[in-house]
């Protein structure tokens, strides 16, 4: 019994130093922002690295969501004769919740997962310890820039993955099946609320940019520098990452949307 | 002579580094116990002794990666304070330091790697920065494969790189961890003369933390052997190749068996094999 309890308490104390580190690392980096931004090349060189080269990925979900949701939504509102208000169902769906949800969670996927791999192969290589005897702070020189591209990435990436649904949308429920096209955009403009769905839309995409860059970054940095220690700690970041994010979305739904 | 204890070097007052009484360790294993070492500015000094017996924990205490548990460092008289990162970070860009494995960054050019430091910590012009990056290169040999990427340069080119990086704002001191390790004969040779000609050169400190007894005799002012986390001997090349220490003979002439044990400590052979009394 004593043993249990010892052994539930280390894990505990383990939790609490893992939670503890990672909250110093994300104070550090938010303090460190501002002086990487002096050097906004760094920034952007990591914008276009898990930004752009995302694009293809983000564009060609965002188009089959959409194609899914035109499809689905119609055989749904058709049977209450409101079809002609796809355009407004699927555009809030996107901006509301598949928009931000899919695409953190591509982002993970695609972008987190490069993150924390190169990390922990800096690691792993020595450069990050190369640079900390050069006297240059790898959190500020690698970690920070990182962190603020994925934070502009994310909310550009949503916005795209949205954009291109509601077109896929527009070519199976407007050109496709037929439904009027001035019904399909005036119901969607009339029923989209600028700051209410999109502004909170885009509220959702930079909160879960931060959390899962974060979470590449922080797993990277502390991965063991060892091949099986890099590969775990891709595969973490993935699945704490997805579960950071469904949770997170949860919880910023209930603040925003739970009134009607 | 070669001393056979934990005396205090012979260094004097020029020592540029000084480590005094530091005993380091992870938890319960201990890994330095109250060891002192000097180095002389000017000087190439080997820290040799077997793997893990604490060699390059002395250089991360010297860097102030790690804090001593007990003791102090004292890097040109004054104690090396982890704490202030600032203070820390001022005192390294005195330091250069040559991995392993050289720790390239493989996303940039061989130029780049050795023009990194520069970039980090001068304002000096890009006209500036290629004539001393060249110049860099060219004193390791590797002016011609400026342009070439890290993938592309063999292990002892990688090794040149990095020392052309480390010395790139003519440190004070320059630590080489396990530079010899596995290099082929002609790279382990240019090396070894690189770390000596560069010393001359510049007039900074070289310590060589290595296993490489022919190679670090060879072109070491001074050395220390460290084994079981403590000094065992130290004293100029010639000193320690006369030693009668049997612990120190072994080390020099590689004997597989001696004060340092072949096999791990066991139970008797008997004993797990199940046979006899």
């Known amino acids: 019994m004593s043993e249990f309890l010892a052994s539930l308490g280390r894990r505990a104390l383990g939790i609490l ?10 104070v550090d980096l938010v303090r460190n922002c501002p002086q990487s931004l002096r050097r906004p090349y760094l920034t952007t060189a990591q914008v276009h690295a898990i930004g752009n080269r995302s694009l293809i990925i983000i564009a060609a979900s965002g188009a089959t969501v959409g194609l899914v949701l035109a499809l689905q939504g119609y055989i749904t509102l058709s049977r209450y004769g409101a079809a002609e208000s796809l355009g407004l169902l699927v555009a809030l769906a996107l901006v509301r919740e598949m928009g931000p949800v899919v695409t953190a969670l591509l982002y993970a996927g695609r972008a987190g997962t490069s993150l924390t791999a190169e990390i922990g ?123 950071s994010v469904l949770s997170l979305d949860f919880i910023l739904t209930a603040l925003m949307f739970s009134t009607p | 002579m070669a001393q056979p204890h934990d005396a205090i070097g012979a260094a004097g007052n020029n020592a540029l580094v000084s480590i005094q009484e530091v005993t380091f360790g992870y938890d319960a294993r201990v890994v330095l116990s109250n060891v002192s070492l000097e180095f002389d500015r000017g000087k190439v000094i080997a820290i ?58 493989t996303d940039l050019s061989v130029f780049e790697n050795v023009a990194y430091p520069l970039r980090e910590h001068t304002r000096l012009s890009e006209q ?77 400190t070289s310590l060589i933390v290595s296993h490489d007894v022919e190679e670090c005799f060879r072109i070491c002012d001074f050395a220390y052997l460290v084994s079981g986390g403590r000094v065992v001997a130290r004293g100029t090349p010639q000193q320690l190749q006369a030693t009668e220490d049997p612990e120190v003979r072994q080390f020099i002439r590689g004997e597989p068996d001696g004060p340092v044990r072949f096999h791990y400590p066991a139970a008797p052979i008997a004993q797990d094999f199940g046979i006899g009394a």
Not at chain 1, 18 to 24: F, I, R, S, Y
Not at chain 1, 150 to 172: D, E, H, Q, R, T
Not at chain 2, 52 to 75: D, E, M, N, S, Y
């Open chain 2, 128 to 204: 500036m920065i290629r004539d001393i990056v060249l110049m860099k290169l060219d004193a390791v040999g590797l002016r011609g494969a400026a342009t070439l990427r890290i993938a592309e340069v063999s292990g002892g080119m990688a090794r040149r790189v990095a020392l052309a990086r480390a010395i790139a704002l003519d440190p004070e001191i320059i630590m080489y961890d396990e530079p010899f390790a596995g290099l082929d004969p002609i790279s382990l040779g240019v090396t070894a003369n690189l770390i000596r000609h560069l010393n001359d050169a510049t007039g900074a």
């Open chain 1, 17 to 26: 130093a893992t939670l503890g580190h990672a909250t110093a690392l994300f």
């Open chain 1, 121 to 243: 192969l800096m690691k792993a290589g020595e450069q990050l310890a190369a640079m900390e005897m050069m006297a240059v702070d790898p959190r500020v020189r690698v970690l920070a820039p990182r962190f603020l591209a994925g934070i502009i990435s994310m909310p550009l990436l949503g916005a795209i993955f949205s954009a291109v649904g509601v077109l896929a949308a527009y070519v199976v429920g407007v050109l496709m099946i037929g439904i009027d096209s001035g019904a399909f955009w005036s119901q969607m403009q009339d029923g989209v609320d600028v700051v209410k769905d999109i502004g909170n839309g885009v509220v959702k995409t930079i909160v879960f940019g931060i959390a899962s860059t974060f979470i590449a970054l922080y797993i990277g940095y502390e991965s063991e520098a060892t091949p099986e220690g890099v590969a775990q700690a891709t595969t973490q970041t993935v699945v704490v990452s997805s579960l």
């Open chain 2, 48 to 105: 040799m002794g077997s793997s893990g017996c604490g060699k390059t924990t002395l250089l991360r205490l010297i860097g102030g990666v790690i804090t001593p548990q007990a003791g102090k460092i004292l890097f040109s008289g004054a104690p090396i304070d982890t704490s202030d990162r600032s203070s820390l970070y001022a005192l390294r860009r005195r330091m250069g330091m040559l991995f392993q494995f050289g720790a390239l960054f």
